[in-house]
């Protein structure tokens, strides 16, 4: 978007990151026409700033994650574990985006969340979606 990496990923990431030259960083900086967005759930996150014992793009970002506070849940639990349903969650990543990034075109490219497989109910019924 701008042509450069964000400072923290320079500092968390470092030569792992591929190295633009000047005609490259020219070339991408501003050549997008829109943003996608895919969201499905949100965490809160704390900053972690400890050095992980192996460098990866789970622990490039150097936060700590929980879908929990005080033992309250961010949201519903969906069918997986690891999905929960935040709604206001999207409402917000599109703020910071438009802010950030100076009110691009913005398309939500994928959402939505999954749900245990009840057994019980006819095809009509498990198509009614109340979420």
Aim: proline share 5%; no cysteine.
């Amino acid at each position: 978007v701008t042509g450069e990496y964000p400072e923290s990923m320079i500092k968390n990431v470092g030569d792992r990151l591929p190295k633009f030259s000047e005609k490259e960083e020219k070339l991408v900086k501003g050549s997008y026409d829109f943003l996608g967005i895919n969201y499905y759930t949100s965490t809160y996150t704390s900053d972690d700033p400890t050095k992980p014992t192996t460098d990866s793009y789970l622990t490039d970002s150097r936060t700590k994650t929980s879908h929990e506070r005080n033992k309250v849940p961010i949201g519903a639990q969906a069918g997986s574990d690891w999905l929960y349903i935040v709604p206001w969650g999207i409402y917000r990543v599109m703020v910071d985006m438009k802010k950030r990034y100076n009110d691009p075109v913005i398309y939500i490219t994928e959402n939505g969340v999954d749900e245990v497989n009840d057994k019980s109910k006819t095809s009509t019924e498990a198509l009614k979606d109340d979420i």
